[in-house]
């Protein structure tokens, strides 16, 4: 009787998904509109570090061109284009008031573009952003319910990415720069400022959501 001859097949498991992966950013429109020269700032130095000076009023500028160019340089993270994006956008938002509100629809592809980057810095900053523009104007909160579809995915993935350092110091919560801990604020925000369909619209998008109203 002839052995039979058994063949082992090695099952190899699905290939990673790359959920956690960071994405290349495509050159940005803000980054050729510095270089050119065509943003009224120029970086500034004092004893307290960098900043950005403006070479003429926050209130005058017309945000329906400015906002959505600094929102569109929040992907860079080569200075000193970051550094001008970064600061650009939370004077913008310190200052516009109800000029705020018409650009919304105009923000979101560059949000969205910036958390799809994957980079934990670039989410970091933007989920900053989002805590800042959330309450920078009457009814934005409200205007972004809407929205949640295209900004949320990311925060959902990322909601749970604390780290984990058993007994040591976590210095990024100091700094607030851990991701998890800054999606469960920029959420706990949205609910508060979104009015009454936030909570299930954020539900929806990002189950594991605890609401921590009235706590």
């Known amino acids: 009787m002839k052995n039979a001859v058994v063949s082992r097949r090695v099952v190899v498991g699905p290939p990673a998904a790359g959920a956690f992966r960071e994405r290349l950013a495509k050159p940005t429109a803000?980054?050729?509109f510095c270089e050119r020269g065509d943003f009224p700032i120029y970086l500034d130095q004092d004893v307290k570090g960098n900043k950005i000076t403006w070479k003429m009023e926050i209130e005058k500028l017309d945000y329906n061109h400015y906002l959505?160019?600094?929102f569109d340089g929040?992907?860079?993270?080569?200075?000193p284009y970051e550094f001008f994006s970064r600061q650009g956008?939370?004077?913008l938002l310190e200052h516009g008031c109800t000029k705020i509100l018409p650009v919304i629809p105009q923000l979101i592809i560059p949000i969205k573009n910036a958390l799809n980057t994957r980079n934990r810095q670039v989410i970091?900053?933007?989920l900053k952003v989002l805590q800042h523009l959330v309450v920078s104007g009457d009814m934005v909160g409200e205007a972004l319910v809407p929205y949640y579809r295209q900004i949320l995915p990311i925060l959902n993935?990322?909601?749970n990415a604390n780290?984990?350092?058993g007994d040591g110091?976590?210095?990024?919560q100091q700094k607030r720069e851990n991701v998890g801990d800054l999606i469960q604020e920029t959420l706990e925000i949205f609910e508060c400022n979104g009015g009454e369909r936030a909570f299930i619209s954020i539900k929806y998008m990002v189950p594991t959501y605890q609401s921590r109203k009235g706590f």
């Open 30 to 32: 803000f980054r050729k």
């Open 68 to 70: 959505p160019l600094f």
């Open 74 to 79: 929040l992907c860079e993270t080569v200075h």
């Open 89 to 91: 956008v939370h004077d």
């Open 124 to 126: 970091c900053t933007t």
């Open 157 to 159: 993935i990322f909601k």
């Open 163 to 165: 780290i984990n350092i």
């Open 169 to 172: 110091v976590d210095f990024s």
